[in-house]
């Protein structure tokens, strides 16, 4: 079966939806369904949820995986403003190297077209990426998390401002990290359970699987058996930077769900944060009890909620750009 064109998508979608009145008046910082009535009777996050209804279904199945990465590190920066978003060079937060694989900036443009066809300069960028995300999510098999609106768009993406925490970091410090940010290491520990989608490279394992912390052999606490299969899939002088999926259970590693800490329970971690985290103190028992079924869905999509809400601007800060790529010039 041929997959529709997105232009099509966008196009029912832009038919589907009322026409919209552009008022912005005073409103709370942050809100459930901030949205409501401010584009006539057109529903804001219905929009955006069908756009990645779409993509997931015609597209892309991997998207959350994408787009759980392209919210963190926009947030992590300067706060949930994206600023990731923005195009400039070598000289903006998308030159990092963190940022380089950084993907679901597409399907965030194309959202940010249907939302601004029926509701020209209301609704920010930041905020699609947030909607955004919790719908892939729940496509993917996660719960479906009440998102709240009402973040406005930075203006400045700086290369020098990424900060973003290593894979390599030490649980101690992740924490640390992430208390710069008003977030706990209870949202830390469900955060990092964003790790049951997606993939890494060999290239960021492979001190891991050949010389651990310079002793030349591989990480003692890595199974015997993902060792093997992953000095198979990274070897040692390969010219290709393979992928490798960082939930090792091939029945859920597109799936939103627990899986992630059972694998690094079994110490099947493939990142070294993914596999201290089941191993330090700090951290070691709740990964367990999350690990043995301890209400995942509600509990990650809290910690997402908090996510969304660093630093964020409101009211009259920063701008509802009309790209998601450039800063509005008037």
Known sequence: M????????????????????????ATP?????????????????????????AWYDYKDKTIAAGLLRLQFHDCFVNGCDASLLLDGGNTTEK??????????????????????????????????????????????GGGR??????RRDGTISLLKNVDLPSPSVSVSDSIKAFAKKGLNATDMIYLLGGHTVGVTHCSLIQDRL???????????????????ALRTRCPQNAKV???????????????????????????RGILQIDQ?????????????????????????????????GVQVLTGTQGQIRRSCRAVNKS
Do not use: W
């Not at 041929?2 to 008046?25: E, K, N, T």
């Not at 194309?110 to 919790?134: F, L, N, P, Y």
């Not at 998390?145 to 009402?150: K, L, M, Q, S």
């Not at 859920?252 to 769900?257: A, I, K, N, R, T």
């Open 29 to 53: 910082p942050l809100q459930v369904g901030f949205y409501k009535g401010k584009c006539a009777s057109a529903d804001v996050e219905a929009i955006v949820g069908g756009v990645v209804k």
């Open 210 to 228: 050949y010389n651990f912390r310079g002793t030349q052999k591989p990480d003692p606490n890595m199974e015997a058996a993902l060792l093997t």
């Open 145 to 150: 998390y009440i998102v709240e609106t009402g």
């Open 276 to 308: 201290d985290l089941a191993l330090d103190p700090l951290s070691k028992t709740s990964v367990e009890a999350i690990a043995s079924g301890f209400n995942f869905n509600e509990k990650f999509g809290q910690a997402m909620i908090k996510l969304g």
């Open 95 to 140: 030159a990092a190297i963190p940022n380089r694989s950084v993907r679901g900036y597409e399907l965030i443009d194309a959202a940010k077209a249907v939302v601004e066809a029926v509701c020209r300069g209301v609704v920010s960028c930041a905020d699609i990426i947030v909607m955004a995300t919790r719908d892939a999510v729940a496509l993917s």
């Open 241 to 267: 930077d393979n992928e490798v999926n960082l939930d090792q259970n091939p029945l859920s590693s597109m799936v939103v769900d627990n899986s992630y800490y059972k694998q690094i329970v079994k110490k």
């Open 2 to 25: 041929s997959s529709p064109s997105l232009s099509l998508i966008v196009i029912a979608a832009i038919v589907s939806a009322a026409l919209c009145g552009q008022s912005r008046g």
